[in-house]
């Protein structure tokens, strides 16, 4: 297993254009969570699953969010009709469970997303 | 909801000891971490501490945690050029549903 990965590491795109980014997480980590970076600031915790249950959202994931784990691997997070306040570094992560060590969280790269 | 805190920026010249310190307010924290995030890179966890635990050493690296205070730090012996990176702390517990919530990263500057 090579980790977490995310695709893809830099998207550029239009305002108002729709973009959906891709991770694939450790493969026996039931937890994947989806976080937000901008410069100068820590990780901002958008979302997260256990399986392919969306347990909790964000307050700050607005409508144009949408995050999805079909099969309890993979995940997408779609942003629809992006503004140039939605360019930051989307992490994401996944961990293997809820106590003890097995809440280590492991980090993809990140995707960039730039909005113009 | 619960906070983390550090100070923005550390500067220490090459071969001394970096301290780097962090504050948090979740009384029910169960876990702390420290992670490493270089220049254009994701984030690296570089080690953890269980909450019942005072102090934890890893080769170059000392946790000290004082759960009175809320106090965690994290000490970097003999600092290289290679350590120039920001550090981000994080605390997990029941006070945040065990979510990690982070502080905004010291960014550690390795002075020649």
């Known amino acids: 297993d090579t980790g977490v990965s995310q695709d893809p590491r830099h998207k550029i795109t239009k305002r108002g254009q729709n973009v959906t980014f891709r991770c694939d997480p450790i493969s026996e980590h039931n937890r994947l969570y989806w976080y937000r970076q901008t410069l100068g600031q820590g990780p901002e915790f958008l979302t997260y699953f256990q399986n392919e249950a969306q347990l909790e959202k964000s307050r700050l994931l607005s409508d144009r969010f949408s995050a999805e784990r079909p099969k309890g691997s993979f995940s997408t997070l779609e942003i629809q009709r992006t503004e140039q306040g939605d360019s930051a570094m989307y992490l994401c992560?996944?961990?293997?469970?809820?106590?003890?060590?097995?809440?280590?969280?492991?980090f993809g790269q990140g995707t960039r997303l730039t909005v113009v | 909801g619960e906070d983390v805190e550090q100070s923005l920026f550390l500067s220490v010249r090459e071969g001394d000891s970096s301290v780097i310190n962090c504050t948090y307010t979740?009384?029910?924290?169960?876990?702390l971490y420290w992670y490493k995030q270089e220049p254009g890179a994701g984030l690296q966890l570089l080690t953890y501490?269980?909450?019942n635990m005072d102090m934890k050493q890893d080769q170059r690296l000392t946790v000290l945690l004082n759960k009175k205070d809320k106090h965690l730090s994290l000490r970097i012996a003999d600092t290289q050029t290679g350590d120039s990176a920001i550090y981000f702390c994080?605390?997990?517990?029941?006070?945040?549903?065990?979510?990690?919530?982070w502080g905004a990263g010291t960014k550690l500057i390795i002075k020649p």
């Open positions: 501490i269980f909450s």
């Open positions: 992560a996944s961990s293997l469970g809820l106590t003890g060590r097995d809440t280590e969280a492991f």
């Open positions: 979740d009384s029910s924290s169960t876990y």
């Open positions: 994080a605390e997990s517990g029941l006070g945040s549903n065990y979510q990690l919530i």
